[in-house]
């Protein structure tokens, strides 16, 4: 069992190596990889200053159970001369993929090589990054790598806040308002019907320091339009309190009326 990470463990990453440990039983082995990726930053993005705390991650991973810590410099994962990509070019297309250009690139090829390297039996990944999950595995289908893909529910502060190893940026201000998103996915899941990015927009506008990256509400399975035969939808916004962009999502499934 694989957990890819990029270090800054928390909450969230324990109960993946947890997930993983239950899944690997006593005879399986689960490694953690720690990488902090430069081929899914975008210029002007957090890449030198991305928290990095590697004996406290080491000591959480021990912890968890984890069997194997895979730290490798990134001189090994991109040695010199380094110049093939896996690129996605569907499900990429939005979302994250529209905000932050080349990013699932780099994600797509880090992740093809971490399961080259530990060659996994199954991977886990958090529902927080939903983009991501479908991506990873629609490349894992499309390249036949041979990887279960195993997705592990998004755990959350006591308020409701998603948690991120980037929560660290937030100012206190700033903190004390970024509950609101989880509030406002909850308020469309909860509605009977109607505009659900709508509803989204209008209870995230009440917090003063948000300003939204985009917000979505995408069929859960194909990540297109929802259509005729749309039985779930996921609701998915990015929104900046200052210098940081906080992702999240809820997954609703519609009644008839709703979807045609």
Not at 117 to 136: H, L, N, S, T, W
Request: charged fraction near 30%.
């Amino acid at each position: 069992m694989l957990v890819p990470t990029m270090g800054a463990l928390h909450a969230g990453h324990v109960s993946l190596m947890r997930r993983a440990r239950r899944i690997a039983g006593e005879r399986g082995r689960v490694v953690v990889s720690i990488f902090v990726n430069p081929a899914q930053f975008g210029p002007g993005e957090d890449f030198s200053r991305y928290p990095r705390t590697f004996a406290r991650d080491c000591k959480m991973c021990e912890e968890a159970g984890v069997d194997v810590v895979f730290h490798p410099e990134a001189s090994e994962i991109y040695p010199e001369g380094f110049s093939t990509y896996v690129e996605e070019e569907r499900i990429s297309r939005g979302l994250c993929g529209a905000s932050r250009p080349g990013h699932f690139r780099g994600v797509c090829t880090v992740v093809l090589k971490l399961f080259n390297i530990v060659r996994p039996d199954a991977a886990v990944f958090g529902e927080k990054d939903y983009q991501q999950v479908a991506i990873i595995r629609r490349m894992v289908k499309d390249l036949n790598a041979g990887v279960k893909i195993v997705a592990a529910p998004t755990v959350r502060e006591g308020d409701g806040l998603a948690l991120s190893s980037r929560n660290v940026y937030l100012s206190e201000e700033e903190r004390g308002q970024a509950h609101v998103i989880r509030r406002a996915l909850q308020k469309a899941h909860d509605a009977a019907a109607g505009d659900l990015a709508g509803i989204v927009r209008r209870e995230i506008a009440k917090a003063g320091l948000a300003r939204v990256d985009y917000i979505e509400v995408l069929d859960a399975e194909t990540m297109e339009r929802p259509g005729k035969g749309t039985r779930e939808v996921v609701i998915a916004c990015a929104v900046w309190f200052g210098r940081t962009r906080l992702i999240d999502n809820v997954r609703k499934k519609l009644c008839k009326s709703e979807n045609g």
